[in-house]
């Protein structure tokens, strides 16, 4: 689930107690026994990347107009996990998908937002790419090395995850702060030494010829995408957010049945070669349904919270727990 530009995420520093103020409004919006539930639905806007797979599949294929047909649907296209975070935190979309370490970013910095629904990762999703001449081999070879990746994005969690494995720390390497698109542009010119990605990059780096990972997310703790909604669309619409689960859920369905055809609406959203689409979609989960989140998902969010904020990474810790939606019966 990206275009080849990206950006960084901007991190607000708030107070525990304010966030403890904003996390029981947050609780209180994911309910849906307001008196203002299930209003009417006249608009939906949806935030989607070019890589997020369903999103793509669902716009080409135009699902969502046809489970909402007295809806305008408006489609906003961000680079990254951050991006549409903030926007969603602002109200200018009513749900949109991301990664694993951008809604931990977002819920530290006070961010409004309920967590929708969940599917996984592909365990190839990330790798650590170094030029084909590199010196390094192992992750132990990282120290001291200049590694490219994008702040608060779910790089950022594998390559904190990747320095743990190789019993290193932050303050053993020197992060650079790019977008994928600058990355790859340094790794080329060696300005960096390797660069933590996710894909379609990974693949699209590798196939180039350019580059090589040493090591990707296949071993690592299993991880998941999110689908993240506004707190007053869950609280005012709560039909329609099941409805958006079954639309994700009625895509995935077709992406399993039409593995052609999703590859090149793969391949005409990121400008990516068609082989190289066709290899990304193997890297999925097949099939990958999205579900309201579980315990154990909901754990792993927590444990990435703790870890971000045992590493300093975020300013606050958080209670992913206290954003979780649960659909009405």
């Known amino acids: 689930m990206k275009s080849f530009l990206a950006t960084t995420a901007t991190i607000l520093t708030i107070s525990i107690s304010t966030l403890g103020c904003q996390k029981s409004d947050h609780v209180q919006s994911a309910q849906t026994n307001s008196p203002h539930a299930s209003e009417a639905l006249t608009t939906l806007n949806i935030g989607y990347q070019k890589a997020a797979l369903k999103l793509i599949v669902a716009k080409q294929n135009h699902f969502f107009e046809k489970e909402f047909p007295n809806v ?3 489609w906003n296209e961000f680079p990254a996990g951050p991006p549409t975070l903030e926007a969603l935190s602002a109200g200018a979309i009513d749900f949109g998908y991301t990664g694993d370490a951008p809604v931990v970013f977002a819920l530290s910095a006070g961010k409004k937002l309920n967590y929708l629904g969940y599917e996984e990762a592909a365990k190839r999703g990330h790798a650590l790419l170094v030029p084909n001449n590199s010196h390094i081999q192992s992750i132990e070879d990282l120290k001291g090395k200049r590694i490219g990746l994008t702040k608060g994005s779910s790089a950022h969690n594998f390559l904190a995850e990747v320095l743990q494995k190789a019993h290193l720390t932050w303050a053993d390497i020197e992060p650079v702060w790019l977008t994928p698109s600058d990355a790859r542009a340094a790794l080329d010119k060696k300005a960096i030494d390797a660069w933590a990605v996710w894909e379609p990059y990974v693949s699209a780096t590798e196939l180039s010829g350019t580059a090589k990972a040493v090591f990707d997310s296949t071993t690592l703790p299993k991880t998941y995408g999110y689908y993240l909604a506004q707190p007053s669309f869950i609280q005012q619409h709560p039909d329609s957010a099941k409805k958006v689960l079954q639309v994700l859920n009625e895509t995935d369905q077709w992406i399993n049945t039409h593995p052609k055809e ?20 193997t890297t999925k ?31 606050n810790p958080i209670q992913p727990a206290s954003f979780a939606w649960h659909p009405p019966k």
């Open 72 to 74: 305008k649907i408006s």
């Open 285 to 315: 989960p097949n099939p990958n349904s999205v579900e309201p989140l579980t315990p154990v998902v909901l754990q792993s969010q927590q444990d990435l919270g703790n870890l971000f904020f045992s590493l300093k990474l975020i300013p």
């Open 262 to 281: 999703t590859a090149q609406i793969l391949a005409n959203s990121t400008g990516l070669n068609l082989n190289i689409a066709e290899k990304v979609l």
